[in-house]
């Protein structure tokens, strides 16, 4: 079992910069492919970013060039850097831990454990 507890998401202006943490508990943190996920109001929970145990990452392309993820396996916390923020990256953010052997690094339906999320909003 994981636990998953995200935090830092606020209500900022566009332009800002937010950074989100993701504190895991439970198994074992540093072998698990991590991934950040955002819901927002609605539409279908979409990938943001993923970040596999030797540090690779993968993007989605409304993150590539803003978004940063990166983990700290010392604290079983993940990050996802948010620069230059715009109204429509207003959403949830969760994490998750990959769960399925082989599967993909993109798909909700990989991903076994997942945080209560942490609500960002940008205003315009």
């Known amino acids: 079992q994981v636990r998953l507890v995200e935090s830092g998401g606020e209500l900022v202006q566009a332009g800002d910069s937010l950074r989100l943490s993701c504190a895991a508990s439970?198994?074992?943190?540093?072998?698990?492919?991590m991934g950040w996920f955002r819901q927002a109001p609605g539409k279908e929970r979409e990938f943001v970013a993923t970040i596999a145990w030797g540090g690779s990452t993968y993007y989605a392309d409304v993150a590539k060039g803003r978004f940063t993820i990166s983990r700290d396996n010392a604290k079983n916390t993940i990050y996802l850097q948010l620069n230059t923020l715009k109204p429509d990256d207003t959403a949830v953010y969760s994490c998750?831990?990959?769960?399925?052997?082989?599967?993909?690094?993109?798909?909700?339906?990989?991903?076994?454990?997942w945080g209560q999320g942490t609500l960002v909003t940008v205003s315009s």
């Open positions: 998750a831990a990959h769960g399925v052997p082989g599967g993909s690094y993109y798909d909700t339906d990989s991903f076994q454990y």
């Open positions: 439970g198994r074992t943190f540093g072998r698990n492919v």
